[in-house]
C-alpha cells in the first residue's frame, strides 16, 4: 500500500498528481493556480520549474503529508536522455535539460521540505504516457500506443499490456516524429507550436490534402516503425499568418498534414493489431488529442475499442507515472472512472467569493431549470460546478453554455473568447439520446472524438456542425453528473432539442477557469448573460430587461 506523487516539469504543462493505494485522488496542472496557459515555456530553461501549487493541492487534498510520501514519480528519465557534457550550449542547449533534471530531487525537496531525495523515481516519458492510458483504462489485457512531439529521445512507443505490465513491441527515436511534424506545420501555419495544433486541425476542414502525396512521399510508415524527412513547408505555401487570417492554401496543407498523419497512425494501429492480437487500443501523448484521427482509429482501425487517457498530453505523465509506480509497487491499481479531478469549492465558499465581490446572486430551488430558462432565451451561461476538469477539454464543471439552435452563435461565442472563427464549438448531449442525433463512436464522455451530425438535425443545431458536418460530442451520463443532466432535459422540454453547446470557459489564450475568483473574472471580463456557480445564480440586469425573465425566477 503506497502514497504516490506524480510530477510532470520538463516540457510543457507542469502538473501533479496523486495515487494512493492504488486509487486515484487528485490531479491537477499548474497553469490552473498560475493562470499562464500551458505553465511554462518548453525550452531547457525553465526544465527545473515545477508544478509547485498543483503538488501542494493534490497533497493537502488527498490528506497526505510530504513525510508520508512513499515515492515521487517524475516522468522523464535522464539516464534515456542525453549525456550531460562539458558544453551545454550545444544543440540549443539540450544538455541543459538533462542537467536540469537529474537535480530534480534536489529542487523537489526545496518544494516539498522534510522530502526524502532517496524516494523520487524516475519514469521514462513514453512510460508515462503509456501508463496513464493503459492502467487507467477499464482493460486487463490491451494493446497501448504513445505518440507525440518527443520524449527523452524518442517520440513513438507501442507495446502489449498482460496484468499491468507493459512490454515494448516498438519505439522510434527521433529526428523521426510524427508530432513534430505536426508542429512545424503549425508554426509554419503561423500558429503557436506545442499549443496551437488543435487550431490546425480545425482549419483541415476547410481545406483539400492536396499536397498528400508529396507528404507521403517525406513520412513513411513501415510496420511498426516510421521516418520524416526533414521537410520545407514553403515548398508548399507561403508561411501563414496565423490568428490574423489564413488563406484557402493554408486550409489544403492543413487537410494535407491531417490526412498524412490519420494514415500513419492507421497503419501503426494495424500493425499493432496484428503483433498482439488484443481487442482494445489505448492511446495517450499530444497526438492522442487529434479527435479527428482518433474517431478514424476507432472506426477503421482493427481495434473493437480505442480508449484515450482525457489528459493525453504532457500533463498527463504526471499521473502515468504515479500510476506505473503504484503498481511497481504492488499496488492494484483502480482505473479511472471521471476526469473531474481538480478543485472545488462548496456553497458558501462561492456564496462568500460572490459577496466579497459584490455581486447579486439567487439560489434558484431549480438551478437546472433556471439555467435552461437562460438558454432557451438565448443567453450565454458560465457553469461553475464540483472539481475541476483533468485534461484539456470542458466536459461541464468549467463550461461556457449556449443555445446551439441559431446558427450566430458559434460567431458570438468565437467572438466572446477571442477566437479565430474558422473554430467549432462543442456539443453535449444525454448519453441515451447522442445516438438518435450523431453517429461515431459512443459514448464519448470525454470529447476525444469526433461524430457525425445526422442530416436531420444539422440545420436544428447549426451552432455545433463544423463545415465537415462533424462535431466534437461530451455524452453526460445522469448517474455521474445529476445537475447538468437534469439542465439537458429541461433545455429540451424549453427548445425541442436535448443538445448544449459546450466550450471551455476562458478566453483566448488562458487557461480555463478554476477558482470563483477566476470565473468572476472570466464573467465580468465579456457579455455572458448569466453564471451558475455551485448553487448561486448570477444574472446580468441587461439581460434580464430584455427577456421575459424575472430577477426572482
Known amino acids: 500500500m503506497a502514497t504516490v506523487l506524480g510530477v510532470n516539469a520538463v516540457f510543457h504543462d507542469p502538473a501533479a498528481a496523486v495515487v494512493v493505494d492504488g486509487v486515484i485522488r487528485a490531479a491537477a496542472e499548474e497553469e490552473r493556480f498560475t493562470r499562464r496557459k500551458h505553465g511554462k515555456t518548453p525550452v531547457p530553461f525553465s526544465t527545473w520549474e515545477l508544478p509547485e501549487q498543483a503538488i501542494a493541492w ?14 515521487v514519480a517524475y516522468s522523464y528519465s535522464p539516464e534515456l536522455a542525453r549525456a550531460v557534457e562539458d558544453d551545454v550550449t550545444a544543440d540549443d542547449w539540450e544538455a541543459l535539460r538533462s542537467l536540469f533534471v537529474q537535480r530534480a530531487p534536489r529542487f523537489l525537496r526545496t518544494v516539498l521540505p522534510g522530502l526524502d531525495p532517496a524516494v523520487v523515481r524516475f519514469v521514462p516519458h513514453h512510460r508515462a504516457h503509456a501508463a496513464s492510458a493503459y492502467l487507467a ?53 503561423g500558429f503557436r507550436r506545442s499549443s496551437d495544433e488543435y487550431k490546425v486541425m480545425a482549419l483541415a476542414a476547410y481545406g483539400e490534402p492536396v499536397y498528400l502525396d508529396a507528404l507521403r512521399d517525406l513520412v513513411r510508415v513501415d510496420g511498426g516503425r516510421f521516418t520524416t524527412a526533414p521537410i520545407d513547408w514553403s515548398r508548399f505555401t507561403p508561411p501563414g499568418r496565423g490568428e490574423e487570417g489564413w488563406t ?126 437562460v438558454l432557451a432565451a438565448d443567453g450565454l451561461v458560465a457553469w461553475v460546478q464540483g472539481r475541476s476538469e483533468w485534461g484539456p477539454r470542458a466536459l461541464g464543471h468549467r463550461s461556457l453554455l449556449a443555445n446551439p439552435a441559431r446558427a450566430e452563435n458559434l460567431v458570438r461565442l468565437n467572438d466572446v473568447k477571442g477566437r479565430e472563427q474558422f473554430r467549432p464549438v462543442a456539443p453535449m448531449v444525454l448519453a441515451e439520446r447522442a445516438a438518435d442525433i450523431f453517429e461515431g463512436p459512443l459514448p464519448s464522455p470525454y470529447m476525444l472524438f469526433t461524430h457525425r451530425v445526422k442530416p ?19 455524452t453526460v451520463d445522469a448517474n455521474e453528473q445529476p445537475l447538468l443532466a437534469s439542465m439537458l432535459r429541461a433545455l429540451e422540454a424549453r427548445t425541442g432539442i436535448p443538445v448544449c ?19 468572476l473574472e472570466c464573467f465580468g471580463s465579456g457579455p455572458i448573460d448569466a453564471m451558475a456557480i455551485g448553487g448561486c445564480l448570477v444574472r446580468r440586469r441587461s439581460f434580464l430587461a430584455s427577456s421575459a425573465i424575472s430577477d426572482a425566477a
Not at 503 to 518: A, F, H, I, K, Q
Open 456 to 474: 436531420e438535425w444539422r440545420d436544428r443545431i447549426p451552432a455545433v456542425v463544423h463545415v465537415d458536418g462533424t462535431a466534437r460530442i461530451q
Open 501 to 519: 453547446v459546450n466550450t471551455s470557459l476562458n478566453t483566448g489564450g488562458r487557461p480555463m477557469v478554476d477558482s470563483p475568483r477566476d470565473a
Open 248 to 373: 484557402s492554401a493554408d486550409a489544403d496543407l492543413a487537410a494535407s498534414v491531417q490526412r498524412r498523419l490519420e494514415e500513419a497512425l492507421l497503419d501503426l494501429a494495424g500493425w499493432l493489431h496484428d503483433t498482439t492480437r488484443e481487442p482494445a487500443l489505448t492511446m495517450a501523448g499530444g497526438v492522442a488529442l487529434n479527435c479527428v484521427a482518433n474517431t478514424r482509429l476507432a472506426e477503421e482501425s482493427p481495434f473493437d475499442s480505442v480508449c484515450v487517457q482525457p489528459a493525453a498530453g504532457d500533463a498527463g505523465t504526471a499521473l502515468g507515472a504515479a500510476l506505473h509506480v503504484a503498481h511497481e509497487l504492488g499496488d492494484a491499481v483502480t482505473p479511472m472512472t471521471t476526469a473531474a479531478l481538480g478543485r472545488a469549492w462548496d456553497d458558501d465558499a462561492v456564496a462568500a467569493a460572490l459577496d466579497v465581490a459584490d455581486v447579486p446572486y439567487t439560489r434558484p430551488h431549480e438551478l437546472a431549470a433556471a439555467v435552461a430558462d
Open 137 to 189: 483504462a477499464p482493460y486487463g489485457d490491451c494493446a497501448t500506443m504513445v505518440v507525440d512531439g518527443r520524449g527523452e529521445r524518442g517520440s513513438f512507443l507501442a507495446g502489449r499490456v498482460r496484468g499491468g505490465d507493459l512490454e515494448v513491441l516498438g519505439t522510434v527515436d527521433l529526428p523521426h516524429s510524427l508530432g513534430l511534424v505536426y508542429e512545424t506545420a503549425t508554426e509554419h501555419l
Open 58 to 71: 493534490c497533497l493537502a487534498d488527498a490528506g497526505v503529508e510530504p513525510e508520508a510520501i512513499d515515492a
